[in-house]
């Protein structure tokens, strides 16, 4: 076997219905297009496929309306020169069902073997070292995961769980165990070879009959395990879920920080203004910072925004068209588009402490980042501390953990 066979890859990117938790960010940009470290969050996964240099083609699946992808396709694959499709399922299919759908086009190009990603992971994608474990050391794989381990023991319930043998080989599979079976978890990360298909077509057609969704880690990942076919690349380096707004701060941070040393070109080191520039830092070259501003660490800030004299930005995502007047102060934030936040108004949250805790406890707002959904109006002076705000509001006082609507 040799890497050349590679060809293709497929993002599982999903569709409107699902992740809702990332309300309010996902009501005009599609989750998956969403931009972290300045750029749509699957970006990132083209960028890493693309240093392979063996990808011939890249499928986005999922039951977006295909338009809302046409000019980031455009875009990325000027960027990359690779071929990027998207491909629309009726419904939706499942995990498995999407992948199993379009197995022709997937197919089509004598396809040795292709990786599939989900759309809504931050990740340092060693996809070479995976290939090569998959292709050198493995006897006779159809899929090898990528794994990380968690800390947490706790929260590794909220991932697909693996138990492995010395060679790697996965003996045990479950999906979100309600007891503990390990910390060793799925990355949503996998290297299918095209046998699989074969395989999923039995598991299918029972499918069918019972009318059941089709996943791709309930009815094929968890009975390979043990078999011998399905191995583990256990990664080192960042790995985490975007499955709230919270946590695409952490994947805005997680992506700076490493881009800062893999690809200085994608992080922003200075602005003409000579504003202060705390590194790592993404300014869209279109935004106009004034050169008395502060901005940094581990902040992005999308095109056209505007800038004022004296305005502090920290830890914060900032969407396109926002305007920061003078001296505003925005921390531990996401500020959606089309928004004005006025002079000294300070816009301020508290760093995600668990990931997928609830919004809420005893009917009380627990303290998180603050969102601003886009198309609001912080009056000037007023404090947002800890809130979620829905679009389209005026805000003319201070509020402190609350939701919005
Ligand atoms: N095309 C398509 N995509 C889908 C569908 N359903 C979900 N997806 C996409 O598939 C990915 C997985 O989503 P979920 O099914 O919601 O699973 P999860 O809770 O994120 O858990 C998965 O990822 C974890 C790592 O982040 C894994 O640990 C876990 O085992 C599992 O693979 C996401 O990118 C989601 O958008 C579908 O019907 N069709």
């Given at each position: 076997m040799t890497s050349e066979q590679i060809t293709k890859a497929v993002i599982l990117v999903g569709?409107?219905?699902?992740?809702?938790?990332?309300r309010p960010l996902s009501f005009k940009t599609p989750k998956p297009l969403f931009p972290v470290a300045g750029r749509p969050m699957i970006y990132h996964h083209i960028k890493a496929l693309s240093?392979?240099?063996?990808?011939k083609e890249v499928l986005i699946i999922g039951f977006y309306e295909p338009e809302l992808f046409n000019s980031f396709i455009d875009s990325a694959q000027n960027e990359f020169g690779i071929g990027i499709r998207y491909l629309r399922e009726?419904?939706?299919?499942g995990t498995a069902g999407g992948l199993y759908h379009f197995r022709d086009q997937i197919l089509?190009?004598?396809?040795?073997r292709f990786f599939v990603m989900n759309a809504d992971v931050v990740c340092s994608f060693p996809l070479q070292e995976m290939l090569d474990s998959h292709i050198r050391?493995?006897?006779?794989?159809k899929c090898t995961i990528l794994a990380t381990t968690v800390?947490?023991?706790?929260?590794?319930?909220r991932f697909g769980c693996l138990v492995k043998n010395e060679k790697n080989q996965v003996m045990h599979y479950v999906e979100k165990?309600?007891?503990?079976?390990?910390n060793l978890i799925s990355c949503g990360v996998f290297l299918f070879e095209n046998t699989i298909f074969q395989q999923m077509k039995n598991i299918k057609a029972m499918k069918e009959e019972k009318e059941e969704a089709f996943g791709l880690e309930i009815d094929v990942l968890r009975p390979m395990?043990?078999?011998?076919q399905l191995y583990v690349y256990e990664m080192e380096h960042f790995w985490n879920q975007i499955k709230t707004p919270g946590s695409s701060v952490s994947a805005n941070r997680m992506y700076l920080q490493s881009y800062m040393i893999t690809?200085?070109?994608?992080?922003?080191?200075?602005v003409e203004s000579g504003a202060e520039i705390i590194s790592p830092v993404y300014i869209h070259p279109s935004a106009s910072i004034h050169g008395t501003a502060k901005i940094g660490p581990n902040v992005s800030i999308g095109a056209n925004a505007v800038v004022g004299r004296g305005v502090r930005v920290a830890e914060s995502i900032i969407l396109e068209n926002v305007t920061l007047k003078e001296n505003s102060c925005i921390l531990n934030s996401i500020v959606g588009m089309d928004t004005n936040v006025g002079e000294w108004a300070r816009v301020e949250g508290t760093p995600?402490?668990?990931?997928?805790?609830?919004?809420?406890?005893n009917g009380i707002k627990v303290p998180s980042i603050t969102i601003l959904g886009g198309d609001i109006s912080v009056e000037p002076e007023v404090i947002i501390r800890n809130c979620i705000v829905l679009p389209h509001k005026e805000l003319r006082n201070s509020y402190h953990n609350e939701i919005l609507l």
């Open positions: 569709g409107p219905s699902r992740g809702t938790r990332f240093q392979l240099g063996i990808i009726y419904q939706s299919l089509r190009g004598s396809t040795e050391n493995y006897e006779k794989p800390e947490d023991s706790d929260s590794a319930h165990p309600e007891s503990f079976l390990s395990a043990g078999t011998g690809c200085p070109d994608l992080v922003t080191k200075h995600e402490p668990a990931p997928n805790r609830p919004l809420t406890t």
